[in-house]
């Protein structure tokens, strides 16, 4: 079982729809990171948090220590939001960075 | 400055032979971080630096493969006597410190024929 599981693994979309895409871990953590990765590798850290919810323009971030989960969610989604988004949990006993698989959004236009 | 660079972009090598893959981090940048992505896969922590001291290690990291960041800059992963399990993208990625953001490089693919 790994450290962290993601859900979704595959989610498509009709443009404009709100989108949640959940991560679970079962190690103890300082910190959650959210990463968005395109085609051809470049990877991009979206949101970095150990407590509450943080917003960037249409991604809203929120995680619950106790029940040890995070949802990354994106309000009127768009084409260009297609990539894979990743899930990354930093262990709170070392520096130790556990990933989900990740989750493949494509957005239909 | 222009953010995490990595070099090669891409290495094709054949089975046995070692490789050594460059990493330069944002300037100031104190963190370093390798990792290891196959394809489908989310990255992988291979071991990381605090300055020029490697702090943690995976177990993922065989006794062939080896890090340095001598001066605490740029680092250098080798891979010795290379298997065709080693084929994948290796990631770069540096932070400020322990509670920033990790920038990651554009990755080196490595392919083991």
Redesign the interface.
């Known amino acids: 079982k790994n450290e962290v599981e993601q859900s979704p693994q595959n989610l498509t979309a009709q443009e404009g729809e709100f989108i949640t895409i959940n991560c679970s871990y079962s190690v103890g953590i300082s910190a959650l990171h959210w990463l968005q990765q395109h085609p051809g590798g470049g990877i991009v850290s979206l949101f970095m948090l150990s407590s509450g919810k943080k917003k960037h323009g249409r991604l809203i971030a929120t995680i619950n220590i106790q029940e040890k989960h995070s949802s990354l969610h994106i309000t009127a989604s768009h084409p260009r939001d297609s990539a894979v988004y990743i899930c990354a949990a930093r262990s709170n006993t070392g520096n130790q960075f556990y990933f989900g698989t990740g989750t493949s959004l494509t957005v239909i236009p | 400055d222009t953010g995490v660079s990595q070099d090669p972009r891409h290495k094709i090598t054949k089975r046995g032979q070692n490789v050594t893959f460059r990493c330069d981090p944002i300037s100031e940048h104190n963190r370093l ?1 390798w ?1 290891r ?1 196959t394809l ?6 291979l071991t ?1 630096f605090q300055n020029e001291a490697q ?2 290690k ?1 177990r993922l990291l065989s006794d062939r493969f080896s890090a340095e960041r001598p001066k605490g800059s740029f680092s250098t992963l080798e891979i010795q006597r290379t298997e065709q399990g080693d084929s994948a ?1 290796y ?1 770069c ?1 540096s932070s400020l410190n ?7 490089g ?2 080196t ?1 490595l392919t083991v024929l």
């Open positions: 971080y990792y992505q489908g896969q989310g990255p992988e922590f990381y702090l943690e995976s993208m990631l990625a322990r509670d920033h953001e990790q920038f990651f554009p990755g693919r």
